[in-house]
């Protein structure tokens, strides 16, 4: 079974700080994806990164797939408010069909 | 296009009911999943499929059962519904495993 494991799974901060949310897997995934959930809504894609090493940024957010592609952070500069949500990374295991998900960090970010 | 879409959106079961929720998408995705999501938790896989007529169990299949007959449905059926089946159901699409697209969710209540 693959697992992934976040951390912080609740961080609260100030608006302007910076934050680094951790996905972290024993196993190799070909890929790993990014969601944000709002309350009510099903999560939504922020990025995909597929290759070991990789770093994408979305604005503010950055994202990194390690190296040996067991693990993946996203890193938000200077939060806002509307940061604010639930962050879910996911794997693709047995040829990135079995899409399995972390436990997800809930982020707040306060004025 | 509507994408992905869940009935019913909440529903309230007895102990010991069976229900079917529904899935159907419009995107001639052919893989499929049925997850759950627990209150301020990540999200569980219980089945998914690769295509009709193909299904595999998840994290989580105990208690359910599915069928896809049908590129465009995928239904997730309970039987003997228990307390501990109380969660939002999220049915996805995934084209090649490397993206997930969601429908609203069916929040379902066991009393």
């Known amino acids: 079974t693959q697992l992934l494991e976040q951390s912080p799974q609740f961080l609260s901060i100030q608006e302007g700080e910076n934050l680094t949310v951790y996905c972290n897997s024993s196993?190799?995934?070909?890929?790993l994806q990014w969601y944000r959930q709002e309350p009510g809504e099903g999560p939504v894609l922020l990025v995909t990164v597929v290759t070991g090493g990789e770093v994408k940024k979305l604005k503010r957010l950055t994202f990194q797939f390690g190296d040996a592609r067991k693990d993946s952070s996203l890193h938000i500069t200077a939060a806002q408010p509307g940061d604010t949500g639930l962050y879910l990374c996911?794997?693709?295991?047995?040829?990135?069909?079995?899409?399995?998900f972390g436990q997800g960090t809930r982020l707040t970010i306060n004025p | 296009n509507a994408g992905v879409t869940q009935t019913p959106k909440f529903r309230i079961l007895k102990i010991g009911q069976s229900m079917t929720l529904q899935c159907t998408q419009d995107m001639n995705h052919n893989y499929m999943y049925w997850y759950r999501q627990d209150p301020g938790m990540g999200l569980k896989l219980i089945y998914y499929?690769?295509?009709?007529?193909?299904?595999d169990k998840g994290e989580v299949p105990n208690g359910y059962n599915v069928s896809r007959s049908t590129t465009e449905d995928f239904p997730l059926r309970l039987e003997l519904a228990a307390p501990s089946q109380t969660s939002v159901y999220f049915c996805a699409t995934n084209p090649w495993g490397t993206e997930a697209f969601f429908g609203q969710g069916t929040r379902l209540t066991v009393v």
């Open positions: 499929s690769v295509g009709a007529g193909i299904t």
């Open positions: 196993s190799v995934f070909s890929s």
């Open positions: 996911a794997g693709g295991g047995q040829g990135a069909q079995k899409l399995v």
